[in-house]
């Protein structure tokens, strides 16, 4: 059985797959694989703001395939970026795979050399959680504040407009 490694992107794929040679697969999941539904809210209010997340439209196949090589992996490790977006990416495909919550399954690396990719394999470790809360609570405050504002901005100023955490407190600050 090989051994899985799963990165964001399809060329870091194809670079580490060189580092690694045999008995290991690298494959990419291209970002993310689940969001928030663009056509719904998909934010429970009622209950504590639970984001409603889906896979992401276009991306059922790259699941089906994802989920195959994970049924026939010895092991599977999480390599997306080491940053908040990176990782809950690791905890969509951990969740969307079947992994376990506590399984220590994530690495993480800084650059793309053989060097690093063999340490971060020495040293795998469990989701941080906090960094997966910190990114879900963005995109529900992305999605709260832009989903709510940016249709009031389209009848009131003009089509094409959108608002955001961000973009809202900046237009805010330019005004006063």
Known sequence: ????????SPSKAKTIQKYLGKGYKVTASVGHIRDLPAAKLSVDVKHDFAPKYTIVKGKEKLVKELKAL???????????DPDREGEAISWHLQTVLG????????????EISP???TKALEHPRKIN??????QQARRVLDR????????????K??????????????????VE
Do not use: H, W
């Not at 994970?70 to 997306?80: E, F, N, Q």
């Not at 955490?165 to 900046?170: D, T």
């Open 1 to 8: 059985m090989s051994k899985l490694v799963i990165v964001e």
């Open 157 to 174: 100023i003009g089509n094409g407009l959108s608002a955001g955490r961000v973009q809202s407190v900046a237009l805010r600050l330019v």
């Open 115 to 117: 060097k690093a990719v």
């Open 70 to 80: 994970v049924k026939d992996a010895g092991r599977v490790y999480l390599a997306t």
């Open 129 to 134: 959680y906090n960094l997966v809360d910190a």
């Open 99 to 110: 992994l376990d919550g506590n399984g220590e399954n994530r690495i993480e690396f800084n």
């Open 144 to 155: 709260l504040v832009g989903y709510k504002l940016s249709p009031l901005l389209n009848d």
